[in-house]
């Protein structure tokens, strides 16, 4: 512990604090279920895609058992298959690129920027040829990428867009909400997420009917009626308990997220130290930062001395996809901007609920390393 410090112990995330300010209403949601026996398509599931599309800006929602079977269900609904290629940033969990090999498809990375960690727009264009069908942009860590270029680009070849913004409920891009601007956009409620559920659970939103007619019936075996399969479709529900608690919990969504911002500016304004580079919000975003991601060359020793301090921190993600096992057809391929994220990203404790005298400590502390 430093001399003069306060000994304090800061989670990287404590879900507590924001539970126990809503504790009667998810109870008093969740019994409301129980009560009334309906655990599978019932009027919570119904309700929340209906919020859900209104808040976000899009005509629809079709929930899904977790989000890497909202990419899967999105990338059948937009018809992608074995022989396609669809572009995804080389800095991202390993889920986006999952769903891309799950439906046969090739994934082609392309470099982020260093400052933001988002897809960079400029190098989109070379890694088009006649086999691609999709862009995947991932609005990382609560920021949206810069989707007007994206979207003039997709015009030009005649792509589809597939947002990924597993980590960016409410986040804007130029005053409007991510979710209304691709094809369709992909979100997760993992417990950790900004809205998260208490379980897994996700969901596609588009203003294409089309697609949400389809992606339904893809997460219910292929039927939109019972016994006729239009599609070889899959399990993949959202259920009326994490249903009914998503209502609850997205009436707070903005009180969270303006809490993380007040939380975000605190650090950006109280770091300074020369060998932690802070991350940057891009002119016209509203970040919602699910991760506060400063990137340290020497990693471990940092993430020693912080947690020797009390201070627990995480990696988001410490090894590129194009370096992992899973992925070794594509170990040879070189993503320097990639590889230098994943060997010195670090994220800092950002939740709901952090005391004043929590983040100055964790302010502090880092200004003494």
């Known amino acids: 512990m430093l001399k003069g410090m306060i000994n304090l112990k800061v989670e990287f995330v404590d879900l507590t604090r924001m539970h126990n300010e809503i504790r009667e209403e998810i109870n008093d949601a969740i019994m ?6 309906n655990y599978i398509g019932g009027p919570q599931v119904k309700k929340f895609e209906e919020n859900f599309a209104k808040y976000v800006g899009a005509k629809y929602c079709v929930t899904t058992g977790n989000g890497l079977d909202g990419l899967i269900i999105g990338l059948k609904t937009l018809n ?10 080389s800095n991202t969990f390993i ?5 891309i090999t ?25 890694k088009i040829t006649n086999k691609t069908k999709v862009i995947i942009p991932v ?14 680009i997709a015009k030009k070849h005649n792509l589809k867009v597939f947002e990924d913004a597993a980590q960016c409920h409410g986040a804007l891009y130029k005053g409007k909400k991510i979710g209304s601007f691709g094809d369709l956009t992909e979100f997760s409620f993992y417990p950790g997420k900004n809205l998260g559920a208490m379980g897994d659970g996700g969901c596609i939103v588009t203003n294409n009917e089309d697609y949400a007619i389809k992606a339904k019936a893809l997460t219910n075996y292929g039927s ?19 249903a009914a608690i998503l209502n609850v919990k997205l009436q707070y969504l903005d009180k969270w997220n303006s809490f993380r911002n007040v939380v975000a500016q605190k650090y950006l304004n109280g ?13 016209g975003n509203y970040h919602v930062w699910h991760i506060f991601a400063i990137r340290v060359k020497d990693r471990e020793n940092f993430m020693n001395y912080m947690s020797e301090n009390g201070i627990k921190t995480l990696v988001h993600y410490p090894i590129a996809i194009h370096k992992q096992k899973a992925y070794e057809e594509y170990n040879n391929l070189s993503f320097p901007i990639a590889e230098q994220i994943a060997a010195q990203e670090v994220s800092l404790p950002m939740f709901y609920g952090m005391t004043e005298e929590e983040i100055d400590y964790v302010i502090q502390t880092i200004n003494n390393y």
């Open 80 to 89: 992608v298959k074995e022989g396609d290629e669809v572009i995804v940033p």
């Open 271 to 283: 770091i300074h130290n020369d060998k932690i580079s802070l991350p940057v919000v891009k002119d």
């Open 224 to 242: 939109a009626k019972k016994y006729e399969h239009i599609y070889k479709g899959q399990n993949s529900r959202l259920d009326e308990i994490q």
């Open 139 to 152: 609005h990382l860590y609560g920021q949206a990428c810069d989707m007007d270029p994206i979207m003039e």
């Open 95 to 99: 889920a986006t690129v999952l769903a």
């Open 32 to 37: 409301n279920v129980i009560d009334n026996s």
């Open 102 to 126: 799950y439906v046969g498809a090739t994934p082609v990375f392309v470099e982020p920027n260093l400052d933001d960690y988002t897809i960079d727009v400029t190098k989109i264009e070379e």
